[in-house]
């Protein structure tokens, strides 16, 4: 299916490699990803990533040309998302898969990347679980054990004693829910309460009034991005929780596309997260300015770093590797490099992505524009949960 | 034509061999599709079960003519059950079908018993209540059904213990196909039965039908829980297939796009449901290809142009339309 | 205990509104009753008290000795009490014939079976086709009901609640809206039916009254005024005067 | 007893924004029998005028907020003539489909114009403080919805039975046939009582930001919200529609509150047993 391109290069190719599969081809990429529906923002943002990444990096490796194809998932379709991975692989001849926004999503395509044995890069879906269903799934997104659980412990190192958790009633939100309150407890602090609130809600009012009776020190939140965030933060300060000394703690909660939108009640909520577009280093910088460059339009946000990293991982493999799958997997585990968000490794043993966490705050920074401001890094978090009896 | 002797027909047999023609042209058509093209199986494979799965409304909908938005809860019902019993009873496929079939008659017969007392607006709302429901219970129930995650772990036997399930989708397309013509077959007998014919004096005038001595509720919650049945099968198929069931079979969108592609290609024809689903899933596929972002502007359209441009009565679009597509 | 249909001293009403009083007749195998009376004398729901579409407040109703109150519409139907409607309610889509056909399956309680063809039963179709000819409707036997003329949608009328084979037939206003050209095929099939039905005929037509009916009852303000055959009815003031006034009114 | 009042003050907010969407559509379903899934489309057209206005060009909230439901008003009557009218007519299984047709291309068109993310409602500053009211305060914002779906209310009533509007109004949704006799002009009516739907939607979409906060996909998200209040206050009835609103949101609230992980559940179980006791509705008559 791979059609051989350049002679000459076929030729240098050959005298020159000794690792697998030496043509000067085009190496596919197949992403699975929405971009259509209510989270087409995703598909525009892992976009807008690879795009970005290929900018800098070129569209070849070793002289191998990748290219990315990209299927809209729609939303949560488990069908759709296999029929579209199958479509890619034995269609179109991908060597690798990558995207995945839902795990119900990545988890339906498991056992058909381990027939194909094709290399499959998680850019998003966070469930602990989705590695190890295939040992061909790699990820360098994040969980939410990763950053529920650093969070609880720095916000008990602050005099945090009590809490109460209010997460949404689906796994993401049990998974915060158990990495935060694991560790909180283990800290000594205390939970007072735990709310699970049914995913669809959007007016939160009552569940504010149970915080405020149950007093406490701060709340702990978790919440698909979007309207339920968006209402979610507004009610926290409508019914004057920041006034009864209550503070708010989350993760992906003033995440930077609804953060304008949130206005001046986002400011001062502490998050822990592990990419903010206001992250100060050189490779940020020069992310962001390629970025820019490419789409003058674009809110970066976690999922276009983690598409980022994805490329680069992707790429990383090819060059290691080139089409055989087994082997870039191995290639890959312990891989280290430099991401906009920071120093970062695949862990060996999980194949997920081992990065800093920082604790931001939202600020309004020179410019006037609301940015989660990192004031707080701890270093080098694995993947802290693997398991979870919900 | 007038003579009564001719109007006595003799005992005529269950399937009559020319009323098969359409039977035979889709085996005809899927068979083709296979070889022709063979890197889209997978999607092939899901145009298929959507179309066992619209034929259930269609039972519902186009001969006893009850309007529901709910088709999902059996769908989602039998999409469990088939998973469940995969991974901890059996992972024989057609063990997991009978599972699906009987879960989703179930889900049906207990909720038809409240479903097909009310009507209209009442009866969406409820259609569309049960399948929140459900939803929201397998939701709940996450140490069995996996929650927000998706049912994972379902690993399938070979079908019949002779064809094992491909990453290419081979087994499962001729497995899915197999199944659609029987349960074709299955309704072909079912609609021109005296209960198919009492579902259709049902939908023509329930008024009448209780005059002439039927229970008309009780026969609808039985026509209800056999359609239950078939779209439980359709579920089933879609957990078999896919090897994953998401919480998202209950979704409303999904008993929302049944009713769009039953009434696009036909309601109260069991071709039709065939011509709709394949006409509205390979415009929604290419048109989600050209254009992600916009593409429901073209269903939007494509719906109301059926709606307002094709006037039909209950019974679906007239034959204008649906001879035109068979062409 | 007789066989037929006996009412005795039924009453009906709607909160304060008393619409049957006290009513008491009998309907005999081979009857031809006709129950007359000006608008809102309370005929439509007297049968609709004996056809179980309302219940009486207080009275009998009883079919072969029977009582009928207990059972359900459906279920009075299947014990033998049938009746035509006012405005048809056919099914209009579906052809005279599958008409018929539902209307014989449903009485045999053949309705649930879902393994056999519904016009594979020769019994049934040789009843079914029995039933067209006697209406004189075998010419349009495939043609959908909602094509034919209303005079003919009255006899399918007739005829599919004659094909649940019912002891007691109640005929409600069966000329209604049939242009006086046709009424004649009315009277006709009336004149056809079996002679040991017992009909009970609802009908503002006098002409067609008189033609097929042997006893007539006066309904007036929910009472039974009085009970005579034709020629007593003609000639009886009260009737003359109750028609004559409605008729000036 | 200090926790029960605000869980009603919550409830009752939350009612009160149920109440404006929706009443408009019960009574246009009532009054031309018509099944109108659409109906949340122009409470998120409201929303997203006001997005536009305010957040993007920059105008003052209220001025931003008439413009938006004069804009909704005015894209709503052509939108009756052309395609609701024929709708009237037709069954209501087409009447399902062609509804969901139009709330499709009404999410295509936002989704184009302001893109899928949410779509932000600036307030006038006063409205995000608290008042005091003595056993709790009170985000002045709820206040206002409070106070804004009792106004309509009140509005409502004194139109539908103090102006000769409104008697005509009822003679319509009472017996078209009866009304059209008597030489009412149902189609005049129908039509300003469906702007009039429409422009109330828009008032409760935008009022109602803070507590279903608005995008492209509104509409279905809420659109069984909005519909099982019509189905479980019975069609057509405004009392109806209040009340069921009120229970509704307060139903939801209070569930919300006690037992938060069996909320939607609950919510759910009690419209199916009311809707199985009462098939009309509350105060919806029987069919």
């Known amino acids: 299916m791979r059609r051989l391109t350049k002679e000459l290069a076929l030729a240098t190719a050959a005298a020159l490699a000794l690792a697998g599969g030496a043509w000067a081809d085009v190496i596919k990429v197949g992403v699975i990803a929405p971009t259509s529906g209510p989270y087409a923002t995703y598909g525009t943002q892992f976009r807008t990533g690879v795009d970005t990444y290929q900018a800098i990096h070129g569209h070849e490796v070793d002289g191998d040309t990748v290219e990315f194809i990209w299927r809209d998932s729609g939303g949560v379709n488990p069908d759709q998302a296999r029929s579209h991975a199958q479509e890619l692989i034995i269609r179109e001849g991908v060597d690798y898969l990558a995207g995945f926004t839902f795990t119900p999503n990545a988890l339906a395509v498991a056992q058909i990347i381990d027939q194909s044995q094709t290399p499959t890069v998680i850019f998003n879906a966070a469930t602990s679980i989705i590695t190890e269903e295939s040992g061909f799934f790699v990820r360098p997104s994040f969980t939410l054990w990763q950053v529920s659980a650093p969070l ?55 569940f504010m009034q149970r915080v405020r009776d149950a007093g406490p020190d701060a709340v702990f939140a978790f919440l698909p991005a979007g309207p339920p965030t968006f209402a979610f933060v507004k009610a926290y300060n409508d019914n004057g929780l920041p006034g009864a000394g209550v503070q708010l703690l989350g993760t992906g909660e003033t995440d930077e596309t609804t953060l304008e939108a949130l206005g001046d009640a986002a400011l001062g909520v502490y998050t822990a997260y592990h990419y903010s577009p206001d992250h100060d280093s050189p490779e940020n910088e020069a992310f962001l300015a390629k970025l820019f460059e490419l789409h003058p339009d674009a809110v970066p946000n976690f999922s276009t770093v983690q598409a980022y990293d994805g490329a680069h991982v992707i790429y990383e493999m090819i060059r290691a590797a080139g089409t055989d799958g087994p082997a870039a997997i191995e290639a890959v585990k312990g891989l280290e490099w430099i991401s906009p968000r920071g120093p970062v490794q695949i862990d060996p043993e999980t194949r997920h992505i081992t990065q800093n966490v920082y604790i931001r705050e939202v600020v309004r920074d020179e410019d006037g524009q609301l940015v989660n401001r990192e004031f707080e890094t701890i270093e080098a978090v694995p993947d802290l949960g693997l398991v979870n009896d919900y | 034509m007038s003579s009564s002797a001719s109007d006595v027909a003799p005992r005529r047999p269950l399937l009559a061999g020319r009323g098969l023609l359409w039977e035979a042209v889709i085996l005809a058509v899927g068979v083709g599709l296979f070889f022709l093209f063979p890197y889209d199986l997978g999607f092939l494979s899901r145009i298929l079960i959507m179309i066992v799965f619209v034929l259930s409304l269609d039972l519902v909908l186009g001969y006893a003519g009850v309007a529901t938005l709910g088709q999902a809860a059996m769908y989602g019902t039998g999409a469990y059950a088939a998973g469940l019993i995969a991974i901890h009873v059996t992972a024989s496929p057609l063990l997991g079908l009978a599972a699906g079939a009987v879960a989703g008659a179930g889900i049906a017969f207990v909720s038809g018993l409240v479903l097909m007392r009310a009507h209209g607006l009442t009866l969406l709302m409820l259609s569309i209540a049960v399948a929140q429901v459900l939803q929201e219970v397998a939701n709940k129930a996450r140490p069995l059904t996996g929650g927000a995650d998706g049912l994972r772990g379902i690993r399938m036997d070979p079908i019949l213990g002779l064809w094992e399930f491909d990453f290419i989708g081979r087994a499962g397309y001729w497995y899915v196909l197999t199944v659609l013509i029987l349960v074709l077959l299955f309704l072909k007998v079912v609609v021109n039965s005296p209960l198919g014919l009492s579902a259709r004096g049902i939908q023509e005038s329930p008024e009448r039908m209780r005059a002439i001595g039927t229970p008309v509720y009780w026969r609808l919650v039985w026509i209800y829980t056999i359609a239950g049945g078939i ?97 | 205990m007789s066989a037929g249909l006996e009412v005795r001293g039924l009453n009906k009403a709607f909160g304060g509104l008393t619409v049957s009083k006290n009513i008491t007749l009998d309907l005999r195998p081979g009857d031809r009753k006709a129950l007359i009376g000006p608008n809102g004398a309370g005929k439509t729901t007297f049968a609709n008290l004996i056809t179980g579409i309302d219940r009486p407040t207080s009275g009998e109703i009883r079919l072969d000795g029977r009582d009928l109150r207990p059972l359900s519409a459906a279920r009075r139907v299947r014990a033998g009490v049938a ?58 036997a495939d043609a959908p009901v909602e094509s034919l003329a209303y005079g003919q949608q009255r006899l399918i009328e007739l005829a599919l609640t004659l094909a649940l084979r019912p002891r007691i037939l109640i005929l409600d206003e069966p000329a209604a809206g049939v242009p006086s050209s046709e009424s004649h095929l009315i009277v006709e099939a009336i004149e056809r039916l079996p002679s040991d039905l017992a009909v009970l005929i609802i009908e503002h037509d006098m002409k067609l009254v008189f033609q097929v009916a042997r006893s007539i009852i006066v309904l007036v303000a929910g009472a039974i005024l009085t009970e005579g055959t034709p020629s007593q009815i003609a000639a009886d003031p009260r009737v003359r005067e109750l028609y004559l006034g409605a008729a000036h009114g | 007893m200090g926790t029960l009042l605000n869980i009603l003050v919550d409830g009752v907010a939350y009612g009160m924004i149920l109440f404006m969407i929706s009443v408009g559509l019960s009574v246009t379903m009532g009054l031309m029998r018509v099944i109108n899934l659409a109906h949340g489309g122009f409470a998120m057209l409201g929303g997203a005028g006001v997005h536009y206005l305010g957040a993007r060009l920059g105008l003052p909230f209220v001025p931003a907020a008439l413009l938006a439901i004069g804009a909704v008003v005015a894209l709503a009557v052509p939108m009756e003539r052309v395609l609701y009218r024929p709708i009237y007519r037709m069954g209501e299984l087409q009447q399902v489909l062609a509804t969901i047709g139009i709330t499709f291309l009404m999410i295509a068109s936002v989704n184009l114009w302001l893109g899928s993310t949410l779509l932000a409602i600036p307030l006038p500053d006063a409205w995000s403080g608290t008042v005091d009211l003595g056993f709790r305060s009170l985000p002045m914002h709820r206040l206002i919805v409070i106070g804004a779906g009792l106004a309509t209310a009140l509005g409502l009533w004194a139109l539908i039975d103090r102006t000769g509007y409104g008697i005509r109004l009822r003679a319509a949704v009472d017996n078209r046939a009866t009304a059209s006799a008597l030489g ?69 609230t209070t569930a919300r509150y006690m037992v938060p992980d069996f909320g ?24």
């Open chain 4, 264 to 287: 939607t559940i609950f919510f759910f179980l009690v419209t199916i047993l009311v809707l199985a006791l009462r098939p009309q509705g509350l105060l919806g008559r029987a069919a």
């Open chain 3, 83 to 140: 009746k035509t409607f006012q405005i048809t309610t056919l099914f209009k889509r579906l052809t005279v014939r599958e008409n018929l056909r539902l209307a014989v399956l449903e009485r045999e309680r053949r309705g649930l079976r879902m393994f056999a063809r519904a016009d594979g039963d020769p019994a049934v179709e040789h009843e079914v086709a029995a039933l067209l000819d006697q209406f004189g409707l075998l010419r349009h």
């Open chain 4, 184 to 252: 009412i002009d149902t189609g005049r009516i129908f039509a300003i009582t469906f702007a009039l739907g429409a422009g109330l939607a828009a008032f409760g979409g935008i009022l109602g930001a803070e507590l279903l906060p608005v995008d492209a996909y509104y509409p279905l998200r809420y659109m069984v919200h909005f519909l099982i209040v019509v189905a479980v206050g019975g069609m057509g009835s405004i009392t109806g529609s209040f009340l069921a609103a009120l229970g509704l949101g307060i139903l939801d």
């Open chain 1, 152 to 206: 609880a412990e720095w916000a008990h190192g602050q005099g945090i004693e009590e809490v109460v958790i209010a997460v949404s009633d689906y796994n993401p939100g049990i998974d915060a829910e158990t990495g935060f309150r694991t560790a909180f407890e283990a800290a000594g602090g205390t939970v007072l309460d735990t709310i699970r609130m049914p995913l669809a809600t959007t007016d939160f009012a009552p």
């Open chain 2, 231 to 327: 779209a439980g099968v359709a579920g089933a198929l879609a957990a078999q297939v896919t090897a994953l069931v998401s919480l998202e079979v209950f979704n409303f969108d999904h008993s929302a796009e049944a009713l769009i592609m039953l009434v696009l290609g036909g309601a109260g024809r069991l071709y039709g449901a065939v011509v709709g689903v394949a006409i509205f899933m390979l415009v929604e596929h290419v048109a989600a290809a050209v254009d992600p972002f916009n593409w429901l502007f073209l269903i939007g359209a494509l719906v109301l142009a059926v709606v307002f441009f094709v006037p039909a009565g209950l019974l679906g679009l007239p034959k204008a339309l649906t001879g035109l597509v068979r062409r």
